[in-house]
């Protein structure tokens, strides 16, 4: 059985974040997605969600790492959820690898060309319900 293009749309969404590629990356998202920078901050549109990708890079000092694993797909005809477990690793100050799994949600949007895009990213899922999204420190 092909993978969900969902799925696909996600692990190379991990590749182009993983390999510095936030131009290209880009294209994974809709016009006006939101991107939950950590909780309490997010922010919309592509241009703003480049800009935080670099900021993002420069805090974890490019050393970020994103997987996914037991990817979920809910979808109508142009409208997805994707729930899955993120971890991301980073390589800590004291040169050490710390990582953090999160159970993440995503909304995908299928737009008029036909590809899906996300809409809403959003790895720290409900966990923003419980105000226990940890903090991660280089």
């Known amino acids: 059985m092909n993978p969900s293009p969902l799925v696909e749309a996600v692990q190379r969404a991990d590749h182009l974040i993983n390999s510095g590629r ?3 990356l880009m294209d994974f998202y809709t016009d006006d997605a ?3 920078v950590r909780p309490g ?3 919309q549109g592509r241009e703003r969600i480049r800009q935080a990708f670099d ?6 000092q490019h050393s970020l790492w994103v997987t996914q694993r037991d990817l979920q797909v809910m979808e109508t ?5 994707v729930l899955g477990r993120a971890r991301i690793q980073w390589r800590a100050t004291d040169g050490f690898l710390s990582f953090v799994e999160r159970k993440a949600t995503y909304v995908f949007r299928k737009e008029p060309d036909g590809a899906w895009r996300c809409a809403v990213d959003n790895s720290y ?3 923003l319900l419980d105000g226990t999204a940890p903090e991660v420190t280089p």
């Open 34 to 36: 939101v991107l939950v």
């Open 55 to 60: 900021g993002i890079a420069a805090h974890f």
């Open 41 to 43: 901050l997010e922010v």
């Open 125 to 127: 899922g409900t966990a």
């Open 22 to 24: 936030f131009d290209a």
């Open 77 to 81: 005809t142009d409208t997805a959820l």
